[in-house]
């Protein structure tokens, strides 16, 4: 049993800050990669950007500069700083995590998604 329960969202004007955070808990063995994903309506989802457990950090060209993604391992915590934020990021944010189980078993889980909207 894992959960991942996301935080933050909501609405801010365009130009604004967010932070999200996502906290794991349960059956946890380790965390390997940590990331941000975003529906918007109409569209698949789509990858916002990944840390691993060492901190390395990958991106999607569409937030980079604006977006930093960082980690708290003590606290099986992802956070997502978003900046200078634009109509077009608004969507729902998914946290995900790929991670070992106490029973040894590798899995993706997903969060519930947090709402983002920019919007004047």
């Known amino acids: 049993q894992v959960q991942l329960v996301e935080s933050g969202g909501g609405l801010v004007q365009p130009g604004g800050s967010l932070r999200l955070a996502c906290a794991a808990s349960?059956?946890?063995?380790?965390?390997?990669?940590m990331g941000w994903y975003r529906q918007a309506p109409g569209k698949e989802r789509e990858l916002v950007g990944t840390?691993?457990?060492?901190?390395?950090?990958n991106y999607a060209d569409s937030v980079k500069g604006r977006f930093t993604i960082s980690r708290d391992n003590a606290k099986n915590t992802v956070y997502l700083q978003m900046n200078s934020l634009k109509p077009e990021d608004t969507a729902v944010y998914y946290c995900?995590?790929?991670?070992?189980?106490?029973?040894?078993?590798?899995?993706?889980?997903w969060g519930q998604g947090t709402q983002v909207t920019v919007s004047s």
């Open positions: 349960g059956s946890i063995f380790s965390i390997n990669v």
């Open positions: 840390i691993a457990s060492g901190g390395s950090t």
């Open positions: 995900n995590a790929r991670l070992v189980t106490t029973s040894r078993i590798t899995y993706k889980y």
